[in-house]
């Protein structure tokens, strides 16, 4: 791993400007980023992702007073927010000025932004000094990826630079907040929670229901940061039955992801995998565990549900994703 170097990020500015595209570490995961006013490039990260092109991506900004141009007024609510948790892992929905190109706001009035505090995005974003669209560096409904190595297990050569940032430390996407209509939505949960934004506004916020109008955040398919791999999720007790059946029937090779080693004894045929028992380190390492139990082609995953706390929701959300039904 080769640390990030000032002239890297002058590289990366330059192939920016140019229309290509560079993948950055962010605090939550690595981005997929492209000049979000060059419609070429925005074109280019959905294409490489094979993502819906009604799918909006969110704008990455160095700080708030680069706002300006790309959404039509700052609510006070928003603004409140801003200053709490900027820089940091929460994405505000506001309304998009007139300015910003269609194709990156998948064709809504809305724009996503965030302005992220991973030191490497921090510089790059400083140095472009403009809006950096930026998807999860992972192709559609895959695992976002949380180290450099994990973007070029997704992306391969089709991106032109990969900046190293290390292992990103919350490891689960940014909180996802609508504030472009009169009362806010909780439309994602993150690192920044339900009750931190609430207590911040001091006003209860509602959640967004899934089964409402259209699918607007690519991220509320019920399918989605999946591995290939079968994958379900069980309580403790249905997981200790399911583990005793295992040793009777003699299954292929099955890999267990639990939150704390299981007392009986397992065959060597599968794999147990001992979480850590708290939130931030659990989600840090939740995607990195997942592609590799993933990559060692396992007959199926099974993993142990996590408390039903608040301080869990963004990861109940992604394991929840993660057992989708496969279309
Ligand atoms: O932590 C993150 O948010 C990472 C890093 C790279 O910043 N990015 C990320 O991007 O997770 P992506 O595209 O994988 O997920 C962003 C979600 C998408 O599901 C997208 O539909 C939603 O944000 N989104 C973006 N703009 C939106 C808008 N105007 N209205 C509703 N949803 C929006
Ligand atoms: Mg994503």
Not at 117 to 133: C, D, K, M, N, W
Not at 260 to 267: G, K, M, Q, V, Y
Not at 295 to 316: L, N, Q, S, T, Y
């Amino acid at each position: 791993m080769t640390k990030t170097t000032s002239a890297d990020i002058k590289k990366a500015s330059a192939i920016l400007r140019e229309g290509g595209l560079v993948a950055f570490p962010t605090e939550t995961v690595y981005g997929l980023g492209g000049d979000a006013r060059n419609v070429l490039a925005v074109k280019n990260i959905f294409d490489i992702k094979s993502r819906p092109y009604n799918h909006p991506l969110i704008i990455h900004f160095a700080n708030l007073s680069q706002l300006d141009e790309w959404v039509l007024d700052l609510p006070r609510r928003a603004l409140q927010l801003a200053k709490a948790f900027w820089p940091g892992p929460l994405t505000l929905i506001l309304k998009k000025a007139p300015g910003v190109i269609p194709e990156v706001t998948g064709g809504q009035t809305t724009i996503g932004v965030r302005v992220p505090s991973h030191p490497v995005a921090q510089a790059l974003l400083t140095e472009f000094a403009s809006g950096i669209a930026a998807p999860s560096a992972n192709r559609f409904t895959r695992i976002s990826a949380t180290t450099t190595e994990a973007v070029f297990e997704e992306l391969g050569e089709r991106v032109n630079l990969i900046l190293e940032g290390g292992r990103c430390d919350v490891g689960v996407e940014s909180t996802i907040l609508d504030m472009s209509e009169e009362s806010p939505t909780f439309l994602r949960p993150g690192a920044i929670t339900k009750s931190m934004i609430e207590s911040v506004l001091g006003e209860k916020i509602s959640m967004s229901s899934p089964a409402g109008t259209t699918v607007r955040t690519s991220g509320m398919h019920a399918l989605h940061y999946a591995p290939t791999t079968e994958t379900v999720m069980l309580t403790r007790d249905r997981l200790l039955d399911y583990v005793d059946g295992l040793e009777v029937k003699a299954e292929a090779p099955i890999a267990l992801m639990t939150r704390s080693l299981l007392r009986s004894s397992l065959s060597a045929l599968h794999c147990q995998i001992a979480m850590p028992q708290d939130a931030p380190t659990y989600a840090r390492l939740l995607y990195q565990t997942m592609r590799e139990l993933d990559r060692r082609g396992f007959k199926k995953i099974v993993i142990e549900a996590v408390p039903e706390e608040m301080a869990w929701d963004a990861i109940r959300d992604r394991l929840t994703k993660a057992c989708g039904v496969r279309s």
